[in-house]
């Protein structure tokens, strides 16, 4: 099992930056992938951005140039830094821990851009 604790959430004006972070914890095997999801009310979860063991990263269309995802490996967390943020950011962010086929969902942190 791992579980995930994310923290960081809040509220932001657009134009302004958050910082997400989340901490892996419990029996976490490698090579493995972490990774930023949110979800915004009447839409589907949807990937914001991963990065492997190795770190190679991959970006939504739509965060790419804005936030940076990055890893500790010796600490086990990952970290999203989100600039420039925009209304259209506001959602729940999900940490998301991937080995094969197993998956792990922290609780979500909500994050709310003001325009």
């Known amino acids: 099992q791992v579980q995930l604790v994310e923290s960081g959430g809040g509220l932001a004006q657009a134009g302004g930056s958050l910082r997400l972070s989340c901490v892996a914890s419990?029996?976490?095997?490698?090579?493995?992938?972490l990774g930023w999801y949110r979800q915004a009310p009447g839409n589907q979860r949807e990937l914001v951005a991963a990065?492997?063991?190795?770190?190679?990263?991959n970006y939504a269309d739509s965060v790419k140039g804005r936030f940076t995802i990055s890893r500790d490996n010796a600490k086990n967390t990952v970290s999203l830094q989100m600039n420039s943020l925009k209304p259209e950011d506001t959602a729940v962010y999900y940490c998301k821990f991937s080995y094969y086929y197993r998956h792990y969902w922290g609780q979500g942190t909500q994050v709310t851009v003001s325009s």
């Open positions: 419990g029996s976490i095997p490698s090579p493995n992938t």
């Open positions: 990065i492997t063991s190795s770190s190679n990263t």
